[in-house]
């Protein structure tokens, strides 16, 4: 079945600093993939998604290129701030059959001023 | 509000008891999902709805789970007899239509918690 891997957390950070959080995946055929952010006390958001291999998602500074030869859609930012402050899942949707989300187990990210 | 809204935000239960956990999702979207969320872990599929049609409950954990849709908008989770493996965050989503590659929204969850 369709699985997602993230990198274990908490990942901390300086103000500033290069973010990079790994997802690799494991599907048939052409999923979708996503990255979703829970802020403290808040529910998901969807931060960026690709839908096809080497599309780009991005949204507020975050960036995710959808490889498909690695199987791999890696969170990258160039400049974290203290209000990225959050937990990072990232996710995929199969390309047919169940429309539900399969979810990483979803990587904290501490960014300290 | 435009976004999906579950209630109540937090339900404390005894082992044993039913609870009901409610769901509206933005109106006009036809595809509602349930997932559970455990602590520390990313969320887990339980059901999915197209209108009032439930077309995935592969999810579900049990019989004593049940979910309906009855008219196709608000949603409501049921669980019975309440055991402490079932204390966790139940989410609620939404999206336009099952077709296109609309995103899911969610909603803040119901944190359960069975003493």
């Known amino acids: ?113 | 509000g435009a976004g999906v809204s579950q209630s109540p935000r937090y339900k404390v239960a005894k082992r044993g008891q039913d609870v009901a956990l409610r769901c509206d999702p933005i109106s006009g979207h036809v595809s509602l999902f349930w997932y559970q969320q455990a602590l520390g872990q990313g969320p887990e599929f339980l059901t999915y709805f197209q209108n009032e049609a439930q077309l995935d409950k592969s999810g579900l954990p049990s019989d004593r789970f049940f979910a309906e849709r009855p008219e196709g908008s608000v949603s409501t989770l049921k669980i019975q007899r309440t055991q402490q493996e079932d204390s966790a965050v139940y989410l609620c989503a939404s999206s336009q239509d099952p077709v296109s590659n609309q995103p899911q929204h969610f909603g803040d969850g119901t944190r359960l918690s069975i003493l």
């Not at chain 1, 990079?20 to 006390?41: D, E, H, K, M, R």
């Not at chain 1, 599309?55 to 791999?72: L, Q, W």
């Not at chain 1, 701030?81 to 429309?99: E, I, K, N, P």
């Not at chain 1, 399969?102 to 960014?111: A, D, H, I, K």
Request: glycine share 10%; with cysteine.
């Open chain 1, 1 to 113: 079945g369709d699985s997602v891997t993230q990198m274990e957390g908490p990942v901390t950070l300086s103000e500033e600093a290069f973010l990079t959080i790994n997802c690799t995946y494991t599907a048939t055929g052409y999923p979708s993939l996503f990255w979703y952010v829970q802020y403290p006390g808040e529910g998901l958001q969807l931060l960026l998604k690709a839908t096809k291999a080497d599309d780009k998602g991005s949204n507020k500074g975050f960036e995710a290129t959808y490889r498909k030869e690695t199987t791999s859609f890696h969170l990258e930012k160039g400049s974290v701030q203290v209000s990225d402050s959050a937990v990072y899942f990232c996710a995929l949707r199969g390309y047919t059959g169940r429309r539900a989300l399969t979810f990483g187990s979803g990587t904290r990210l501490q960014v300290q001023p």
